[in-house]
Nanobody, 130 residues
Framework: QVQLVESGGGLVQAGGSLRLSCAASGRTFSRYAMGWFRQAPGKEREFVAAITRSGGTTYYTNSVKGRFTISRDNVNNMVYLQMNSLKPEDTAVYYC???????????????????????WGQGTQVTVSS
């Protein structure tokens, strides 16, 4: 079983940076891929980034590529999302999630599917002002 606690959200001006943290419990943490999703008001939840169980491969939606970086620390059961050059359209509630389905080498089109993630944090609000 995995439980997730998110932190790091807040209000930032366009062009600024935030680092989101996700603390995970469970001794099987390193066996699972991890992902970040976000949901803006009036919109569906969308995939943002994912990382394989070892941290060797990362995946990003096109709109954040080059600006966001996902990383993990399997020793301390932590997942991070470093967000730079933030834009107003990045405003959303951000969720970290556990992927128990992804293999060691998950296909990029599969790992972004919301249905692959079985455990979710409560979300942290990120607001980017112009």
């Amino acid at each position: 079983q995995v439980q997730l606690v998110e932190s790091g959200g807040g209000l930032v001006q366009a062009g600024g940076s935030l680092r989101l943290s996700c603390a995970a419990s469970g001794r099987t943490f390193s066996r699972y891929a991890m992902g970040w999703f976000r949901q803006a008001p009036g919109k569906e939840r969308e995939f943002v980034a994912a990382i394989t169980r070892s941290g060797g491969t990362t995946y990003y939606t096109n709109s954040v590529k080059g600006r966001f970086t996902i990383s993990r620390d399997n020793v301390n059961n932590m997942v991070y999302l470093q967000m730079n050059s933030l834009k107003p359209e990045d405003t959303a509630v951000y969720y970290c999630a556990v992927n128990q389905i992804a293999p060691i080498f998950p296909p990029s089109d599969a790992i972004q599917r919301e249905s692959q993630y079985s455990y979710w944090g409560q979300g942290t609000q990120v607001t980017v002002s112009s």
